[in-house]
């Protein structure tokens, strides 16, 4: 069955390092997403990616982070200098076209340590 | 904006019915869903309702959606040990979007 991958699963880094999260969503899908959840927190919808463009965005996401789809499988999501508050579990997912019941299919997540 | 609330914790015996219960404020959303998280896991969506349905039954699974009072509920019947697990209650903010709003998630603890 066709799954959402994401690497690492798990990253420690230093505050204000740079950070890139990787995912690989469903190959014939064409909505992309990155949700994060902060430790016994909700999940929060950070940005969605549709035909080669942010198509919606939160508060969260602000200046700090980036969204590509450089290669047409990979989907980042780059977080230029961490703060202590981006600890968190970041997920990806993935949902087909028009028509579809909006379905999101997730990855199991990135678990990024901010110290 | 959009929120969605649910109870933190519910505990059962194992073979006995679980009921989880959501209040969401959005009136326009299209779909609703379920989605559970096991430890150390991704979400997985159980069940999903659209608006225009008032109950939706999947095997073990019962959705019921009273959109008058905004009230969601997932029903599991015969509980086992293996449906220990958060669930979380989504609803869309937007259809075309298709970003989600989540609740906090209750978890769920099957006692055998």
């Known amino acids: 069955e066709p799954e959402v991958t994401q690497t690492p699963s798990h990253q420690v880094t230093q505050m204000g390092q740079e950070v890139i999260l990787r995912c690989v969503p469903i190959?014939?899908?064409?909505?992309f997403y990155w949700y994060r959840q902060i430790l016994g927190q909700k999940v929060e919808f950070l940005v969605s990616?549709?035909?080669?463009?942010?198509?919606?965005k939160s508060e969260i996401f602000d200046d700090q982070f980036s969204v590509e789809r450089p290669d047409g499988s990979n989907f980042t999501l780059k977080i230029r200098s961490t703060k202590l508050e981006d600890s968190a579990m970041y997920f990806c997912?993935?949902?087909?076209?028009?028509?579809?019941?909006?379905?999101?299919?997730f990855g199991e997540g990135s678990r990024l340590t901010v110290l | 904006g959009e929120d969605v609330e649910q109870s933190l914790f519910l505990s059962v015996r194992e073979g006995d019915s679980s009921v989880i219960n959501c209040t969401y404020t959005?009136?326009?959303?299209?779909?609703l869903y379920w989605y559970k998280q096991e430890p150390g896991a991704g979400l997985q969506l159980l069940t999903y309702?659209?608006?225009?349905?008032d109950m939706k039954q999947d095997q073990r699974l019962t959705v019921l959606l009273n959109k008058k009072d905004k009230h969601l509920s997932l029903r599991i019947a015969d509980t086992q040990t293996g449906d220990s697990a958060i669930y979380f209650c989504?609803?869309?903010?937007?259809?075309?979007?298709?970003?989600?709003?989540f609740g906090s998630g209750t978890r769920l603890q099957v006692q055998p």
């Open positions: 997912a993935s949902s087909p076209g028009t028509g579809s019941t909006g379905e999101l299919f």
């Open positions: 190959s014939n899908h064409l909505y």
């Open positions: 990616f549709y035909n080669n463009e942010i198509s919606e």
């Open positions: 959005d009136s326009s959303s299209t779909y």
């Open positions: 309702i659209f608006s225009n349905m």
């Open positions: 989504a609803e869309d903010m937007d259809t075309g979007r298709r970003a989600l709003t």
